[in-house]
């Protein structure tokens, strides 16, 4: 299979200046992009029944994972353990753009 995300719409999220594009989803986890718009965040949360990763692909974000607050750049690979809580923030004035993996426990 490929997929060509350039052919993909954004879609809007329930957090305001978030977006994603699904790039697959299965039973147990999945992947998609997304796109933080400048001076975003999303609060504070944490997934009990999953782990998730993040890939940096464009801009600098600001991932916090647990009492850590990591400053993001193109490449960066973060790994969220599951019940650990977690947020990303685009503090910038260009938009982010991330590689989000999921994978169930």
Do not use: Q
């Not at 039973?27 to 992009?33: I, P, S, T, V, Y």
């Not at 796109?35 to 801009?59: M, N, Q, R, T």
């Not at 993001?72 to 650990?84: K, M, Q, T």
């Amino acid at each position: 299979y490929i997929i060509k995300p350039e052919l993909l719409h954004w879609e809007t999220t329930p957090i305001k200046g978030f977006f994603s594009k699904k790039l697959i989803e299965m039973e147990r986890g999945g992947f998609k992009l997304i796109k933080v718009a400048p001076d975003s965040f999303y609060p504070i949360h944490s997934h009990p029944e999953k782990a998730e990763v993040i890939y940096v692909l464009e801009g600098s974000p600001e991932v916090i994972i647990g009492d850590n607050c990591h400053a993001g750049i193109n490449g960066d690979f973060f790994i969220i353990p599951a019940s650990v809580k977690h947020s990303i923030k685009n503090k910038n004035n260009k938009e982010c753009i991330l590689l989000l993996g999921a994978i169930k426990i």
